[in-house]
């Protein structure tokens, strides 16, 4: 979905839930729909993801709920990443690891 388009969509949803028109299950039903596609990563641009955030693999493996190797994998291009560490990355990519914390509500 276009991302003006998108933004136009959830932002009358979160109005109308705001006046009770719209309950929260079919807000977040919304919101769900426009969430960005989840792309893929290249080993690269895993590589570059991490340094960008100063994390070392053990620590990055840490906040996307994987094991070092896992990383390691990732990073010498033997796995590819699945579609919620995919997600996970796209959100460091877009918000930085506070991103991340927010979610954990650690932030």
């Not at 388009?5 to 079919?26: P, R």
């Not at 807000?27 to 792309?39: A, G, N, Q, S, V």
């Not at 994987?66 to 995919?86: A, F, H, L, N």
Request: glycine content about 6%.
């Amino acid at each position: 979905m276009k991302k003006s388009v998108a933004d136009s969509l959830t932002s009358v949803i979160d109005d109308l839930y705001k006046d009770g028109t719209v309950d929260e299950i079919t807000m977040r039903e919304i919101h769900t729909l426009c969430l960005p596609d989840i792309k893929g990563y290249s080993a690269a641009q895993i590589i570059e993801l991490r340094k960008k955030v100063h994390l070392s693999q053990a620590a990055f493996a840490a906040v996307v709920n994987v094991s070092p190797s896992t990383v390691q994998k990732w990073e010498r291009g033997v796995k590819k990443p699945t579609g919620s560490s995919q997600r996970l990355f796209d959100i460091i990519e877009r918000k930085g690891i506070e991103g991340i914390l927010c979610i954990w509500g650690q932030a």
